[in-house]
């Protein structure tokens, strides 16, 4: 097991020459070195592998900080014993340390140049038949991986990915500390809060029919540490919601780095964290690029160029706005035509060198796009015949030469490349527009992969319209503060919906090769516009004591400016550790049902306890 030194380390045991060995071990498996040899030695460990060579007997022997090659030959005391042992017994081994001898070496493993022949053993702990190998890295289903959880963190990717974590958590808190910021806790059972998901409920026993809320984040909880007059708090926080699973996503429980600085601007939160997360990436990024100087994109700018809010700028491509062009008269192609006097937009997604696919490679971007709930991507191969670039392909001929040539322009094109078009209402055309440029760049191989590219996301609309309830909902953090003069945002008119829906707030995302990274805002910290925020959102100063009273007393006090974010951990270390599913770096998590395989939960109660919480149960119809 070749683990970094970083990540694993730990004093010798060995005991002085007059005191009594250890019961134990006198070393761990990753210590003995060439100037131990001659030195008797005890470890203690589990068998990783066995190898029969010729009547000689070799057992890898594994502990959590590596491991050592075990030699046991018919002259060896323990040699039948050793016959017996199998893969993850947990063993005691004494015996003499030795050079490997010439030829054996592995300088792969830091006790490569040594082994112990064996003059003692125990069994300390025999193990069954494996239900999934601990030795090499063989797929295994993951219902089997988590059953079996403890034989799976056995596994020596899984196992660092567990200890990087840890290193990476310490990293921030450190890095954190010496930038001013104090740890704090806040409460694990605490009230229901809109955060936007569905919350872990609690009965109490004490207050019967009345429930707590395991926190969807301690968003309340560190504005009022603010309002309390402490400066600087951050905790590395669990939060709580109960959502469906998916791969950058766990059931049930995640943890945060959660952050809030009284009397700061939008900047100083961007100054203060983005050396932060940027420094923790290099120390861990064992040599990938990562991004120095993050860019600042405004939301409606990051949907237009890159048809998402968390763009991968590892990818070069640039979606374009080419609308105009298709209102043009000597332009025919009608389906697009229509999509435009109907309110939409047309979107262009730039393929540089595209036109030496073969027309497999289209027609597998039309077949995407079709399962996607598209019509499917119209597009132009751009040639150079005579000293001048036409367009070839389904619909170029229904875009005359000059119109074309506007689209090269938008899109940066020349003779040898290609472009393909996203069509429809803004919002959808947007995201159609951004899944393509993706398929794109990943089918054409653009871009540099094995980098962090950051970025900051700014600008985020206030508010949004819930289409569903025909009403103006918030579009974000209810808490975050508007991009407006107090006075203009407190004679707004909620029923101006137009201008409503154009309000930014200074609220920001943070983000990295596609995935949201951390988010966060400068806070409303005025009860009145507090209270103004939601009414513009439908909701009363009534309805906002009842569900935020705490908070709306609070601010009646004396409030602070501040604000704050809060970083994804379990997304960091996915990175970091170049994983695919969270689940790869947490010790025990749960399956995509959100059950814990291991332990058996979520599971029946006794009646009794039921009765102490005085719930009935009124379950569906099987």
């Excluded at 001659?38 to 000689?56: E, F, K, N």
């Excluded at 050793?82 to 493993?109: C, F």
């Excluded at 207050?207 to 590395?236: C, N, T, V």
């Excluded at 040539?405 to 490349?417: M, Q, Y």
Aim: with cysteine.
């Amino acid at each position: 097991m070749n683990v970094a030194p970083l990540i694993r380390t730990a004093p010798l045991m060995q005991a002085s020459m007059s005191a009594p060995m250890h019961r134990y071990r006198s070393h761990t498996c990753g210590a003995l070195r060439e100037s131990d040899v001659g030195q008797t030695a005890r470890l203690s460990g589990w068998v990783h592998r066995i190898r029969d060579h010729g009547g000689v007997l070799f057992i890898d022997l594994r502990d959590h900080y590596g491991i050592t090659q075990c030699v046991a030959d018919p002259d060896s005391p323990v040699f039948k014993l050793a016959e017996t042992v199998r893969s993850e017994w947990v063993v005691r081994i004494d015996g003499k340390v030795r050079n490997r001898p010439a030829g054996t070496e592995n300088p792969d493993l830091p006790t490569g140049l040594v082994e112990v022949y064996i003059t003692d053993m125990e069994v300390l702990g025999p193990a069954d038949e494996l239900p999934l190998p601990v030795f090499g890295e063989q797929e295994y289903p993951e219902e089997t991986r988590l059953k079996y959880r403890y034989l799976d963190l056995r596994r020596e990717k899984l196992h660092n990915n567990i200890m990087k974590r840890g290193a990476i958590v310490d990293s921030l808190r450190r890095r954190m500390k010496e930038s001013g910021f104090f740890e704090f806790t806040t409460p694990i059972l605490t009230a229901s809060s809109p955060e936007g998901a569905r919350d872990f409920l609690v009965p109490s026993r004490i207050h019967p029919g009345q429930f707590y809320a395991l926190p969807q984040a301690p968003q309340q909880f560190k504005q009022l540490i603010m309002i309390s007059g402490f400066d600087r708090y951050f905790q590395i926080a669990p939060c709580f919601r109960d959502e469906d699973p998916r791969a950058d996503r766990l059931p049930g429980e995640f943890y945060q780095l959660d952050v809030e600085m009284s009397f700061v601007t939008q900047e100083d939160v961007f100054r203060t964290m983005e050396p932060v997360i940027r420094d923790t990436f290099k120390e861990f990024a064992d040599g990938r690029p990562v991004t120095e100087i993050f860019p600042r994109i405004p939301f409606f700018e990051a949907m237009l160029k890159y048809g998402s809010d968390k763009p991968d700028l590892r990818n070069p491509l640039v979606i374009a706005d080419v609308s105009e062009v298709f209102t043009r008269e000597d332009v025919t192609f009608n389906a697009f035509k229509n999509v435009i006097k109907s309110g939409g937009v047309v979107r262009a997604i730039p393929a540089p060198g595209a036109a030496a696919q073969p027309r497999s490679f289209f027609d597998k971007l039309n077949d995407w796009a079709r399962s996607e709930g598209a019509p499917g991507l119209g597009y132009i191969v751009f040639d150079e015949e005579g000293g001048q670039v036409t367009g070839k392909g389904p619909i170029a001929k229904f875009i005359p030469e000059a119109a074309q040539a506007v689209i090269r322009e938008k899109t940066g094109l020349k003779a040898g490349d290609a472009v393909f078009f996203s069509a429809g209402v803004e919002d959808k055309a947007a995201a159609l527009a951004g899944k393509a440029r993706v398929r794109v760049g990943d089918e054409l191989g653009l871009g540099y992969k094995n980098q962090f590219a950051f970025c900051w996301i700014t600008d985020f609309p206030q508010y949004e319209w819930n289409e569903d309830e025909k009403k103006i909902d918030f579009s974000h953090n209810p808490f975050s503060m508007a991009d407006m003069d107090h006075e203009a945002f407190m004679a707004l008119d909620p029923a101006d919906k137009d201008r409503i829906l154009k309000i930014t707030a200074l609220q920001y995302d943070m983000v990295c090769n596609g995935y949201e990274m951390a988010s966060g805002s400068i806070r409303n910290h005025r009860p009145d516009r507090m209270v103004k925020a939601f009414e513009i959102a439908g909701y009363g100063e009534k309805e906002v004591m009842e569900r935020f009273g705490g908070m709306y007393r609070a601010f009646q006090y004396g409030a602070p400016p501040h604000g704050g974010m809060a970083a994804g951990i379990d997304r960091i270390v996915m990175l970091l550790c170049g994983a695919q599913n969270l689940r790869e770096i947490t010790l025990f998590p749960m399956n995509q049902k959100a059950e814990d395989l291991l332990l058996g939960a979520p599971s029946e109660v006794t009646p009794k306890q039921l009765r102490e919480l005085h719930i009935r149960l009124n379950l569906p119809e099987k």
